[in-house]
RNA sequence: GCGCCUGUAGCUCAGUUGGAUAGAGCAUCGGCCUCCGAAGCCGAGGGUCGGAGGUUCGAAUCCUCUCAGGCGCACCA
């Protein structure tokens, strides 16, 4: 409806001016009484015409030609103009989004445009945590947003392979492989000393026996180390499946040094006048473009730091032609933003082309105490541990009924307590239960009638009730289309804003119309014609809320 | 010291990019299953939007200052 009157709005002529379609702001109106849809357009309009804004709102709502769909259209408060659609209209709203489905619901904003959405790329060194549970939901959820929006959307996972931490795990691991072997060896300083680093000493003396028992670590280091990460990995990967997170690409480090992309980038860079020696040192000039201060790629002892292969990597990201990228970073990473920035800028690419995502940081309590969540202390909580106890879907939705840069705390006690009455299940069970009064209008309508039941004897959960008659909904159900109608305004606009969030909160909004209808309203009754109705209410419900449960990852189960 | 993020109901958090009278879930209290699913419904209480100025038709939202918490400020990854 808002496509509608976004159109309907641009026809108007002001002064022989033609407002373009993209500065019409249409809203929903927060509380009833202020219309159906409102647009403070004549308010803006007022200041450029220099006239009284009650006065423009006049003549747009004068200058609109096609009045037949509004039932009403008011000018209030300083200038507002409100919408009040006919019944009528609503109605064959609903039959449009019965008949069209996902179409109805979502608009072609993205037009084609590729974007990748890199993001968890946790280091292969350890479980997941809870943070790296927060940027995995959120940049699944992002990727099926922006998909719905229209975007070809490529999800990217990269692999610190080739760093230190690789190589402080492949240490730990040999420390404890050597004890094992009944070696006495030191554990070195800052290793990794979960649980984990032990069973991997373990699974490495199974496979290879005391081969490694009398070696240095120097000669055998790349076989333990590959032998470690790729575990490591392959662990994470499993994770991610079962949190239903998956991956179109896993970019891994080494390769960017193995197929001289990280040379490559610096040459480039070098082309291109950024790059300079001094004190011994290859530095990269971010300050270029607003840095704090230059940094440097190679180091005087002649390593590359961290930050060369990323160079390379974003550059890699760049040549495979996207319009847009989004990395998703954990919050502490927040410093990096202006140098990958510059980055950007200084391979020639508009400074918004990569766009971070900041997610902060997950901080766990148990039963109101904070956990340390430290991996050299060996003790932390999994995003494992929080799936088995409270399930993939639970978990995702807490991370979605957040914006990704409030500071989130979570009480594992509590998230376990709450686990059967969270709000997850409030959402899911409404679609659930409109799948019951689909199962139960099916065995009405298989019933002998006596009359004249006007019942689709067809499976009615697999056919859209398009024939129904609008005028038989009463106030609430008529509140009911409407909040329908404004799904596709708002998965816009959370597509927009890269905000799956707000699909979050609207689901819960309109299972929180559903439930109390639902008590109030019985839906399959004696009356045929009644019963057509409120089953094509009850099926639009459900078409948004399967749509938007999709979005976000969790399931719509048919039954709980 | 500098930078980024966050301060909204007892708790956890939303607030449509500056819109109209600030919302939800938990928690607390009181009710509802012969009736399409009680993982549900109905009702009650609860607020100086951290604080102070400013910008304008209009501010929880933008600017300045300030207080509190978190996180960063490497030739570590």
């Known amino acids: 409806m808002e496509r509608i009157l976004r159109e309907i709005l641009s026809k108007t002529r002001i002064n022989d001016q033609q407002p373009s379609t993209d500065s019409i702001e249409i809203e929903i109106p927060k509380g009833e009484g202020h219309g159906d849809l409102s647009t403070p357009m004549a308010m803006g309009l007022a200041r450029q015409l220099k006239k009284p804004p009650k006065k423009t709102a006049e003549d747009i709502v004068n200058a609109i030609e096609n009045k037949e769909i509004f039932d009403k259209i008011e000018i209030a408060g300083p200038g507002f103009i409100n919408f009040v659609f006919t019944r009528a209209f609503l109605c064959s709203e609903i039959k449009s989004l019965l008949k069209e489905r996902e179409a109805f619901l979502t608009e072609d904003i993205g037009k084609g445009k590729r974007i990748q959405i890199e993001f968890v790329s946790a280091n292969p060194t350890g479980p997941m945590h809870l943070g790296h549970g927060r940027g995995a939901a959120l940049g699944a959820a992002l990727s099926n947003l ?26 730990s691991v040999f420390a404890k492989y050597k004890q094992l072997c009944g070696v006495d060896y030191p554990f070195p300083e800052g290793g990794y000393r979960g649980d984990y680093v032990e069973d991997l000493a373990r699974e490495l003396k199974d496979k290879y026996g005391d081969e490694f028992a009398r070696k240095d670590f120097d000669e055998v280091s790349q076989t333990i180390i590959d032998f470690s990460y790729l575990k490591m990995l392959a662990a994470l990967r499993k994770d991610l499946e079962d949190f239903g997170v998956f991956f179109d690409s896993w970019q891994s480090e080494r390769e960017l040094y193995a197929q001289g992309e990280v040379v490559k980038a610096i040459d480039d860079l070098r082309e291109r006048g950024y790059i300079y020696e001094e004190d011994g040192a290859t530095w990269f000039r971010s300050t270029a473009f607003g840095d704090d201060k230059d940094r440097v790629i190679v ?12 160079i390379a990597y974003h550059r890699k990201k760049i040549e495979k032609g996207f319009d847009e990228l989004i990395d998703i970073w954990g919050a502490d990473h927040h ?12 391979l020639g690419c508009p400074r918004d082309s990569l766009r971070v995502l900041l997610v902060q940081m997950v901080s766990l309590l148990k039963g109101g105490r904070p956990v340390q969540m430290s991996k050299r202390a060996g003790e932390f909580i999994t995003l494992r541990e929080v799936m088995d106890d409270i399930g993939a879907d639970t978990t995702k939705f807490l991370f979605l009924t957040r914006r990704p840069d409030s500071h ?21 069970y409404a679609h659930a239960r409109i799948n019951s009064i689909f199962e139960k209008a099916g065995q009405e309508a298989e019933k002998p009638q006596d009359s004249n039941s006007k019942l689709n004897p067809l499976p009615v959960t697999r056919y859209p009730l398009l024939d129904f008659n609008g005028e038989l909904f009463n106030e609430e159900e008529m509140r009911i289309v409407k909040k329908l109608l404004y799904y596709p305004m708002l998965l816009k606009s959370a597509a927009l804003a890269h905000e799956p969030h707000r699909i979050t909160f609207y689901l819960q909004e309109l299972a929180g119309m559903f439930h109390p209808y639902y008590h109030k309203y019985k839906v399959v009754t004696e009356d045929a014609e009644l019963s057509r109705a409120r089953l094509a209410l009850c099926s639009a419900v459900q078409v948004v809320l399967r749509h938007g449960l999709k979005i976000l990852g969790v399931e719509a189960p048919e039954r709980m």
């Open 335 to 346: 410093g990096y933003i202006p140098r990958m920035q510059a980055v950007i800028q200084a």
């Open 408 to 428: 989130l705390e979570v009480d594992i006690e509590v998230a376990k307590a709450q686990s059967s009455e969270n709000p997850v299940y409030y959402v899911q």
């Open 146 to 171: 922006l998909t719905e929006a229209g975007y070809k959307v490529e999800k990217e996972f990269y692999i610190n392979d080739a760093g230190g931490q690789v190589r402080q795990l492949g240490l």
């Open 299 to 310: 180091k005087k002892d002649g390593e590359y730091t961290y930050f060369a292969p990323d």
